[in-house]
């Protein structure tokens, strides 16, 4: 990860005018390989090593919900559910998404490349995950994204992926169901998720 003295902020308007060089997926894996993220946990997102901050009490609880319920969803074997793992989505993005839905296969020498879903569970990072993330997973072509805000207690669902944007963005509170658009038979309780 990009290292700076305690209590140092890094601007980048300090870069201004100079080219910054992007790391690519296939680097950080040599890099990682070699041992040197031994004691880190990150995502690439754009070109750029982005620390993975600890999850709160609140966001915990969600994952660990949410991804306990897909398991028992999935237990036929249509589909694997991950909680984050890598998703190896493009050239400078490898995103660690909270729980992900993804195609059955044999991911022992490759991360997978897509996902029926993906969910972020955030209560600080929702910028991040809004904008950022969003985008990169709708580039990605990955049908269907869930922002679960804990703070909100509420679902905002992506969906109908188009030119880098999702098309319908829903918000959907406690008391409502959300059926898998992959999957309409799974249907979430949100107050099975959220607190």
């Given at each position: 990860?990009?290292?700076?003295?305690?209590?140092?902020?890094?601007?980048?308007?300090?870069?201004?005018?100079?080219?910054?060089?992007?790391?690519?997926?296939?680097?950080?894996?040599?890099?990682?390989?070699?041992?040197?993220?031994?004691?880190?946990?990150?995502?690439?997102?754009?070109?750029?090593?982005?620390?993975?901050?600890?999850?709160?009490?609140?966001?915990?609880?969600?994952?660990?919900?949410?991804?306990?319920?897909?398991?028992?969803?999935?237990?036929?074997?249509?589909?694997?559910?991950?909680?984050?793992?890598?998703?190896?989505?493009?050239?400078?993005?490898?995103?660690?998404?909270?729980?992900?839905?993804?195609?059955?296969?044999?991911?022992?020498?490759?991360?997978?490349?897509?996902?029926?879903?993906?969910?972020?569970?955030?209560?600080?990072?929702?910028?991040?995950?809004?904008?950022?993330?969003?985008?990169?997973?709708?580039?990605?072509?990955?049908?269907?994204?869930?922002?679960?805000?804990?703070?909100?207690?509420?679902?905002?669902?992506?969906?109908?992926?188009?030119?880098?944007?999702?098309?319908?963005?829903?918000?959907?509170?406690?008391?409502e169901r959300l059926a898998l658009q992959a999957f309409p038979d799974v249907v979430v309780p949100i107050d099975a998720i959220l607190r």
């Amino acid at each position: 990860m990009l290292r700076k003295p305690p209590g140092a902020v890094l601007d980048l308007d300090l870069f201004r005018g100079e080219r910054l060089r992007p790391l690519r997926r296939k680097e950080v894996d040599i890099l990682a390989a070699q041992g040197v993220f031994e004691d880190e946990r990150g995502e690439l997102l754009r070109g750029f090593l982005v620390e993975d901050a600890r999850a709160s009490p609140g966001e915990a609880h969600t994952i660990t919900k949410l991804g306990t319920f897909l398991v028992l969803a999935f237990r036929d074997d249509r589909a694997q559910v991950q909680c984050r793992l890598p998703l190896a989505v493009s050239d400078d993005s490898e995103p660690m998404p909270d729980v992900a839905i993804i195609p059955n296969g044999d991911y022992q020498h490759a991360h997978p490349t897509t996902a029926f879903l993906v969910a972020e569970v955030a209560a600080r990072s929702c910028s991040k995950d809004r904008v950022l993330k969003a985008g990169i997973y709708s580039e990605a072509a990955i049908p269907e994204y869930w922002l679960i805000d804990v703070e909100r207690t509420v679902v905002v669902r992506h969906v109908e992926p188009k030119d880098g944007a999702y098309a319908r963005v829903t918000e959907h509170g406690r008391g409502e169901r959300l059926a898998l658009q992959a999957f309409p038979d799974v249907v979430v309780p949100i107050d099975a998720i959220l607190r």
